[in-house]
């Protein structure tokens, strides 16, 4: 990248951070008035005070999720300055890939939350991807050639494109799950996030979309080894880590439903699944050398 083109991608990127970092600033003061209105009704309740705290609450509320809006538009438009620039998809370094990572955990969180009242998961998920973006905005990320592996325009964006979504579905799923957790150890009385029923639809949401573009990026992505090393299959730790991410989601899949102990067991399972999802997009890489280690460089 050069010049301007690198100050316009950098600056939507730096933008977005910032976006996402006033999301869960404001997600945590929404927190705090939360529980003071709290204490203003219990006041109320015993004679000792009033429950006038103010019309700030429901604009807190509604601020982070307008502000994960914002960051996702940002974030697109960053990585579209850099496919202008290099003629390509954007996401063939970890830099890349870190902010096209966070632009699906957005997008994703915003899908599901159209299906499911998460507004209480806002500030967690603009804390995650504002992880993400900060580290992609930390490594270097310059325009090279394309290894010759990488020179498969549709397959490039397919199959990478694809896994990522599948990613970013993944870490909403993460942190359904979290809440779920959170929410029946407590019986439903942390009043701050959706309620565990919520947390499992949402979760639900999240894997059904994780799922099968995991499955469509392996199954491509076979395809495309194919061409580049003469096998579909081979035994790269990136494929193995993404082939156990996927064996995880498919037994969440088939335990969900029930109501017994092993259903019990799925929001672990989606933790699980997301720790493959790290593994798989970086761990794979940069601990072991195998056939994808372009992709972390």
Same mark, same amino acid.
């Given at each position: 990248? #050069?010049?301007?083109?690198?100050?316009?991608s950098?600056?939507?990127?730096?933008?977005?951070?910032?976006?996402?970092?006033?999301?869960?600033?404001?997600?945590?003061?929404?927190?705090?008035?939360?529980?003071?209105?709290?204490?203003?009704?219990? #006041?109320?309740?015993?004679?000792?005070?009033?429950?006038?705290v &103010?019309?700030?609450?429901? @604009?807190?509320?509604?601020?982070?999720?307008?502000?994960?809006?914002?960051?996702?538009?940002?974030?697109?438009?960053?990585?579209a300055?850099?496919?202008?620039?290099?003629?390509?998809?954007? =996401?063939?370094? @970890?830099?890349e890939?870190?902010?096209?990572?966070?632009a699906?955990?957005?997008?994703?969180?915003?899908?599901?939350?159209?299906?499911?009242?998460?507004?209480?998961?806002?500030?967690?998920?603009?804390?995650?991807?504002?992880?993400?973006?900060?580290?992609?905005?930390?490594?270097?990320? #310059?325009?090279l050639?394309?290894?010759?592996?990488?020179?498969?325009p549709?397959?490039?964006?397919?199959?990478?494109?694809?896994?990522?979504?599948?990613?970013?579905?993944?870490?909403?799923?993460?942190?359904?799950?979290?809440?779920?957790?959170?929410?029946?150890?407590?019986?439903d009385?942390?009043?701050?996030?959706?309620?565990?029923?919520?947390?499992?639809?949402?979760?639900?949401?999240?894997?059904?979309?994780?799922?099968?573009?995991l *499955?469509?990026?392996?199954?491509? &992505?076979?395809? %495309?080894?194919?061409?580049? %090393?003469?096998?579909? %299959?081979?035994?790269?730790?990136?494929?193995?880590?993404?082939?156990?991410?996927?064996?995880?989601?498919?037994?969440?899949?088939?335990?969900?439903?029930?109501?017994?102990r092993?259903?019990?067991?799925?929001? =672990?399972?989606?933790?699980?699944?997301?720790?493959?999802?790290?593994?798989?997009w970086?761990?794979?890489?940069?601990?072991?050398?195998?056939?994808?280690?372009?992709? *972390?460089?």
């Open positions: 990248m #050069e010049g301007a083109d690198v100050t316009a950098v600056v939507l990127g730096v933008s977005a951070l910032v976006a996402l970092a006033a999301a869960a600033a404001l997600g945590v003061a929404g927190v705090a008035l939360r529980l003071a209105r709290a204490d203003a009704s219990l #006041e109320a309740s015993t004679g000792s005070g009033s429950t006038s &103010g019309a700030g609450g429901n @604009l807190l509320a509604d601020l982070p999720y307008r502000l994960l809006q914002l960051g996702l538009v940002l974030l697109l438009a960053s990585l300055v850099t496919a202008a620039i290099t003629g390509h998809a954007p =996401w063939t370094n @970890l830099a890939t870190a902010l096209t990572f966070a699906a955990l957005l997008a994703g969180y915003l899908l599901v939350a159209r299906s499911a009242p998460i507004h209480g998961l806002a500030a967690p998920a603009a804390l995650l991807a504002g992880l993400l973006v900060g580290y992609g905005l930390a490594l270097p990320n #310059e325009a050639p394309l290894v010759p592996a990488l020179q498969q549709v397959l490039l964006t397919v199959h990478v494109g694809a896994a990522i979504a599948s990613y970013g579905a993944g870490g909403v799923a993460f942190l359904a799950a979290l809440s779920e957790i959170a929410q029946r150890w407590s019986g009385r942390i009043a701050l996030l959706p309620t565990a029923a919520v947390s499992r639809r949402a979760a639900g949401v999240a894997v059904i979309v994780a799922f099968p573009l *499955t469509a990026a392996i199954a491509l &992505g076979s395809v %495309w080894a194919n061409l580049a %090393w003469r096998s579909y %299959w081979n035994n790269d730790p990136k494929e193995l880590a993404a082939a156990a991410t996927w064996l995880v989601y498919a037994a969440e899949l088939h335990l969900a439903g029930r109501r017994d092993w259903g019990a067991a799925a929001p =672990w399972l989606l933790v699980l699944g997301f720790a493959g999802v790290l593994f798989t970086l761990g794979a890489g940069l601990l072991f050398i195998g056939q994808h280690g372009y992709a *972390t460089g």
